[in-house]
């Protein structure tokens, strides 16, 4: 990009609805290269450190043991390790050692609800287990300064760092996941994910998006809901993952909504920014925080598929 193509993007970061993020490495990383090798080192290092925060403030909250926990869920796309996350995270938590583990990977920002979802399966594959959803995403370990193509700068005016962790069980109280669904559209691989570059993970990112929900969205979160017995006038509300403030602004559109009506979407993005699949559920902590009204809520949110992913949660 020319110098002065690149000042007509930085409006990008006026516009962009947030006003704090948090990330893992200080600002003055970004000014050198880094390398697959320096960054994988960080994204194992700092997404334990997370995990192991969340996952013990969660079980603590629902009053249970690290060794109460049948099974975990691990989602992730900002980077790789193998051995696993959770593996790493059985050497420094007192997890059981017949722990089942499911790491997930490439689901980018529709990672909270899907691995949502399939946390919800397991439990309720196995009556009364207790299966510990976690999700971490360290964004800002993908950003490339030497990038100055559209796509990295829109990402870098975006994109946040954080963790989050959910517990599941088919015993004890709480809102409730009464069903799932995905839609994935045909010829849309092109729409969002990484373009694997030497030196790391390059964004894909169509500038179509916000049209892309605008006038499919609906179709397909509408026939979501009737597999179900359900229509858009029998929800409660949205929990939609805030991908940016022009995709709020499309997802409103889509749902029918006044503007604004997503106000805990726009909050989350206001206060983290976009951290891919793990902010749906600041959303969802968010919403229920402020006691919602009893009933049904459309969890949504969208990546690389191009894929909707869609879960009913059911508040009391």
């Not at 609805?17 to 200080?26: A, D, N, Y």
């Amino acid at each position: 990009a020319s110098s002065s193509q690149i000042e007509r993007l930085l409006p990008v970061y006026d516009n962009a609805g947030i006003e704090r993020r948090f990330s893992c490495v200080p600002i003055e990383w970004y000014l050198t290269p880094h390398g697959w090798e320096e960054r994988t080192q960080l994204f194992i290092a700092h997404s334990v450190a997370l995990l192991k925060d969340a996952a013990e403030r969660c079980v603590e909250r629902a009053g249970l043991g690290l060794d109460d926990i049948d099974a975990v869920v691990t989602v992730s796309t900002t980077g790789i390790a193998t051995p696993s996350l959770d593996a790493r995270l059985m050497e420094v938590l007192p997890f059981r050692r017949d722990l089942q583990r499911l790491p997930v990977f490439g689901l980018g920002c529709a990672g909270g609800v899907t691995g949502l979802a399939r946390a919800a399966a397991l439990a309720r594959a196995i009556p009364g287990s207790k299966v510990l959803l976690l999700v971490v995403e360290l964004c800002g370990l993908t950003f490339r300064a030497q990038d100055l193509s559209k796509s990295n700068i829109i990402a870098t005016a975006l994109f946040g760092d954080g963790a989050a962790a959910l517990l599941l069980s088919t015993q004890g109280a709480g809102p409730r996941v009464e069903a799932w669904g995905e839609y994935t559209w045909p010829q849309s691989l092109d729409v969002m994910g990484w373009d694997i570059k030497d030196d790391g993970l390059g964004v894909l990112f169509s500038r179509d998006i916000p049209t892309l929900v605008r006038d499919e969205l609906r179709q397909a979160a509408d026939r979501f809901l009737a597999l179900h017995g359900l229509n858009r006038l029998a929800l409660a509300g949205y929990i939609c993952h805030p991908g940016g403030a022009k995709v709020l602004d499309a997802l409103e559109d889509a749902f029918e909504l006044p503007h604004g009506a997503l106000a805990h979407a726009r909050a989350t993005l206001r206060d983290y920014g976009n951290m891919s699949a793990v902010t749906v559920l600041f959303v969802l902590e968010r919403l229920l925080a402020q006691r919602p009204r009893a009933g049904r809520y459309l969890m949504s949110a969208l990546g690389p598929g191009f894929t909707a992913s869609f879960a009913l949660v059911e508040t009391s």
